[in-house]
């Protein structure tokens, strides 16, 4: 290294004015125990102190981390501390970078400690070899045992092949390295100023400077110490995490692949697949044994390699941390696989349901045969031997599969309640059950006896089906949650509102990852002055641009929390919002100004009421189809030639056809023709325009006046029915021009296009002739109340009240 003369004045025969400055970034959350050590290790280097700048990146630490910032950004005039809300790393260097004032920027981790003499290093290669990225040797080491150990399989061939952790000897130019030092024009150029762009991690960086023509330099001279985590739980988090970023930069970057990133997760993959073949024949649980036995042996066969180099007392502890590295880098990549590129995407909904499907698969084949054993083990007959019992058992999974598809089973899980899930599959599987005792009831035996022994065992096997598939999918749904509280499938979120309110919204719903939501920005009620982020978190706008900014920003989430003085602004959200695939759920205190049309779903401690949301349950939605087929075709066939009699009368009574046709708005206003005997004179709105029937309305005929009363000019919209447009229940369907009227008069008229259209509803058994806009109003409260309250029950209550103004001849 050439000497320093005169060091207060000249270092690296330069004066220090002329020095570059250096900015070293360090993301980092919930580490109290190595941010001191890493952060002073910089501030001790020989490069002039007056030439750097330590900028921190923290993921709002509860550990204390953030008293010891305070402490040293108090001490140190060039140490710098910015929130990272969001506690994903890529977005933690996007903030320090884009803060960051240095000629060359230095990336570290906070478990690390770099050598004195590490920046003079980097800065001379960069000064006398004209280097833009140079970067050093990685040295782990540990205070405690198991940090030792860790360190040791983290540097280790048994460990994960492709990880960045080794002892490089010579100088060379390489694919990537950790902890490096980057010119800054060289950052600019490969995108890392832009606030969007999310780097995964080092390879990812690496790869864009390599694709952008320049190299990347190794001297064995630069040294940094590395402090492993100081568990297995924690070495499980941060190689799943690291699986999880590799095949980020894989999507991004095909150069980087390497086929040893697969053998981890083929192992995984295959171990997975000879289990669930294990079912089907003994062979495969063998080979499934033998190929754990295989790799055990290799677990121990490493363990005494990486011993004999570094001391005998790492031996039992180094199989259990080759076996952490595997299997948590193996479920990171398969994850990975699985969720989108762009860092944070939800898992594919294909994906989940893959899931879904195998855990219910595996857990009612199990289920079959430990209840078939059970039956033989009493003397009971019961098909145990293979192949039979193998058919026997996935005739009976498709049974179970079609009972959960319909009782929604299988539908998009969004953070729900674990227990809630558990309830419905007791609920789902007492029905199977009770189906298949009844199907398999024999009147001559089982009627003088109902429940003999091998009947009451049919007990036994709601339990063990509630216990198997109950338990695989508590099972799969702990690990959705999981995987939430990493970052990943987190739904795109907006928060609007701009305030106290709003602030306090956005730290609760950070606070807790598991429910599901990641905002990536706020909406302003109106034009905002002074600050345009809050925790690093952008405000996109105004709600005027509402419907922009959710297909701008792909939001699939938002919640309002609005300040008092604009409450009055949700009708705006709402409006803006009508027809986009977003739900919407507000905080409490503005639910007094939205009624009949909302739920309160409270998690972790505070609530959101979300607004007009799909109550009715999905098998209750396909009971409500079937119901609508069977009753329409009985009513088309069986009134037959009542329906013949009453078109006869139609014709004989005045000029033109039977059957009235006219557009109407359906179900997420899409239009269809709607079909009706016809009661008015022809042309009736030929005169006086779209207009709506009133009472004593002089355009209705003789017999129309009678087919109204009796509601019997309703009939032939059965045949809409048939077709799917409409339903027995739900609001009544408005013509095109009505409803871009009302739609611009009442701000909630268009969320009722949410459902079917309906022969009858709430509003038609319960008010009276749309004869004003306060009318309107009324059955539109009608109509929403129904929303709210959608049930089978409802419907019949429904259906009832108007079979009674039926018979009483009280229709209008």
Excluded at 138 to 165: E, R
Excluded at 432 to 442: A, E, K, W
Excluded at 586 to 611: C, M
Aim: aromatic fraction near 12%; hydrophobic fraction near 45%; proline fraction near 5%.
């Amino acid at each position: 290294m050439p000497e320093t003369t005169t060091r207060e004045k000249r270092f690296l025969g330069r004066d220090i004015d002329e020095l570059p400055l250096v900015s070293v970034v360090i993301p980092m959350y919930n580490e109290a125990r190595n941010i001191r050590r890493c952060v002073e290790s910089i501030l001790g280097q020989t490069y002039p102190t007056e030439r750097l700048e330590v900028i921190v990146v923290d993921g709002i630490s509860d550990d204390g981390s953030r008293d010891i910032l305070k402490e040293l950004s108090e001490k140190h005039e060039n140490v710098y501390f910015f929130d990272n809300p969001l506690r994903i790393t890529p977005r933690a260097l996007n903030i320090g970078i884009q803060n960051a004032r240095g000629d060359v920027i230095i990336i570290l981790g906070a478990h690390t400690k770099i050598n004195p003499d590490f920046i003079e290093r980097n800065i001379e290669l960069m000064l006398e070899r004209g280097e833009v990225c140079t970067g050093g040797t990685q040295i782990n080491i540990g205070d405690t045992y198991w940090q030792q150990a860790i360190g040791i399989g983290m540097a280790s061939k048994f460990g994960i092949p492709t990880a960045p952790y080794r002892y490089e000897t010579n100088e060379r130019y390489v694919d990537t390295v950790v902890y490096a030092a980057y010119r800054r024009d060289i950052l600019e150029k490969v995108g890392l100023f832009e606030e969007d762009l999310h780097i995964a991690e080092d390879a990812e960086l690496n790869w864009r400077i390599r694709q952008a023509g320049f190299k990347i330099f190794f001297s064995p001279n630069i040294v940094s110490y590395y402090y492993p985590r100081p568990n297995l739980r924690k070495l499980f988090k941060q190689f799943f995490n690291y699986g999880l970023m590799r095949v980020n930069v894989i999507k991004k970057h095909p150069d980087a692949f390497r086929w040893l990133h697969l053998l981890p997760a083929a192992a995984v993959f295959g171990g997975l697949a000879l289990a669930g073949l294990s079912f089907v024949n003994v062979l495969f649980l063998y080979i499934l044994l033998g190929a754990i036995g295989l790799y055990g042996a290799g677990l121990l066969a490493g363990a005494l390699v990486e011993s004999r180099r570094h001391g005998w007392r790492y031996f039992p502890a180094l199989p259990a941390v080759f076996f952490t590295l595997h299997t948590s880098f193996a479920l990171g990549f398969i994850i990975g696989m699985f969720k989108s590129q762009k860092w944070g995407g939800a898992m594919p909904l294909w994906a989940e349901r893959l899931l879904l499907f195998t855990s219910d698969y595996i857990a009612v084949n199990s289920a079959f045969w430990v209840w078939a054993n059970l039956r033989s083990e009493l003397g009971l007959f019961a098909a145990t031997q293979f192949p039979v019992g193998f058919y026997i058992s996935n005739i009976i999974f498709l049974f179970w599969f079609f009972l959960f598809l319909f009782f929604g089973m299988y539908k998009t899980w969004e953070a729900q309640s674990r227990v809630d899930e558990f309830i419905q599959v007791m609920k789902a599987v007492f029905w199977g059950v009770l189906f298949i005792y009844l199907i398999t009831f024999d009147i001559e035996r089982d009627l003088p006896n109902p429940l003999p022994g091998s009947r009451l065992l049919l007990l036994s096997y709601w339990a063990i089906m509630v216990a198997f598939v109950g338990a695989g999918r508590f099972l799969l749904r702990t690990f959705q949650r999981k995987l939430l509280e990493l970052g990943i499938g987190l739904r795109r979120t907006l928060i609007v509102g701009w305030g106290q309110k709003a602030y306090e919204l956005f730290e609760k719903v950070t606070r807790f990852p598991a429910l599901g939501y990641r905002v990536v920005g706020f909406v302003a009620p109106n034009a905002a002055n002074g600050r345009l982020d809050y925790r690093g978190v952008p405000l996109l706008g105004t709600i005027d641009r509402l419907s922009d900014i959710v297909a701008e920003n792909q939001a699939e989430e938002i919640l309002i929390a609005l300040e008092n003085s604009d409450r009055k602004r949700i009708y705006d959200v709402i409006a803006r919002t009508d027809g986009l695939p977003v739900r919407l759920k507000i905080v409490p205190d503005l639910y007094s100004i939205i009624t009949g049309q909302a739920r309160t779903n409270q998690i972790y401690g505070f609530p959101l009421i979300e607004i007009l949301p799909q109550l009715m349950p999905t098998w209750e939605k396909r009971v409500k189809r079937l119901i609508d087929v069977t009753v329409a075709v009985a009513v088309l066939i069986l009134g037959l030639p009542l329906w013949l009699v009453v078109a006869l009368l139609i014709k004989l009574d005045s000029p033109g056809p039977v059957i009235y046709r006219q557009e109407r708005v359906g179900q997420n206003g899409r239009l269809f023709k709607i079909y009706k005997f016809r009661s008015m004179v022809q042309d009736a709105e030929k005169m006086t325009g779209p207009k709506g029937a009133e009472k004593d309305d002089p355009r209705v005929t003789r017999v129309g006046r009678w087919i109204r009363k009796l509601r019997i000019d309703e009939i032939p919209q059965f045949w809409n029915v048939l077709k799917g447009e409409m339903s027995l229940v739900g609001p009544r369907p408005e013509r095109p021009y009505f409803v871009e009227k009302l739609k611009k008069e009442l701000p909630l008229y268009s969320r009722r296009l949410r459902v079917r259209p309906g022969i009858t509803g709430w509003a038609q058994i319960k008010g009276a002739y749309d004869a004003s806009i306060d009318d309107v109003k009324q059955k539109l409260q009608y109509d929403l109340f129904y929303l709210e309250n959608m049930s089978l029950r409802m419907d019949l209550k429904i259906i009832l009240n108007t079979i009674y103004v039926m018979l009483r001849g009280k229709g209008q």
